[in-house]
């Protein structure tokens, strides 16, 4: 009995570590987009739209919704998460862009508006 109580401890201290590398992880790798521009919304690598938005961003505040995929922006196909987020740190903040979605099988486009990622928005995505 004794023996599973140890092995019970050592299991909880070991789920405990990992969950807080994990919240460390995620702190650490948000932080980079302070003070940067972004597209109002994050994508994952193959280009859909995240879970994981403020309603005041521009991104839903011009009706993109999570699991939308971005095709083009500004007519140029994308390739990778990468390129999406290298046009829009060309443009000044605040300029319109012509996005091409798909959603549901279908085509959308919309025009949104880049933006800077500041502190409060990285609080906020953390409910902070």
């Known amino acids: 009995?004794?023996?599973q109580t140890w092995q019970r401890q050592i299991l909880l201290l070991l789920t405990g570590l990992f969950g807080l590398l994990l919240i460390g992880e995620s702190f650490i790798s948000?932080?980079?987009w302070i003070?940067?521009?972004f597209p109002?919304?994050?994508?994952?690598e193959n280009l859909t739209v995240g879970p994981y938005f403020l309603s005041g961003w521009s991104g839903p505040v011009a009706g993109i919704d999570s699991l939308d995929r971005v095709v083009s922006v500004n007519g140029e196909t994308l390739r990778n998460r990468g390129q999406l987020?290298?046009?829009v740190r060309r443009q000044p903040i605040?300029?319109?862009l012509d996005y091409l979605v798909w959603r549901d099988g279908n085509n959308v486009n919309?025009?949104?508006?880049?933006m800077i990622f500041d502190s409060?928005?990285?609080a906020l995505s953390f409910g902070i």
């Open 85 to 87: 987020y290298e046009l």
């Open 110 to 114: 919309l025009k949104i508006k880049t």
């Open 35 to 37: 003070g940067q521009p």
């Open 1 to 3: 009995m004794g023996r």
């Open 94 to 96: 605040g300029t319109f």
């Open 40 to 44: 109002g919304f994050f994508v994952h």
């Open 120 to 122: 409060r928005d990285w």
């Open 30 to 32: 948000s932080a980079h």
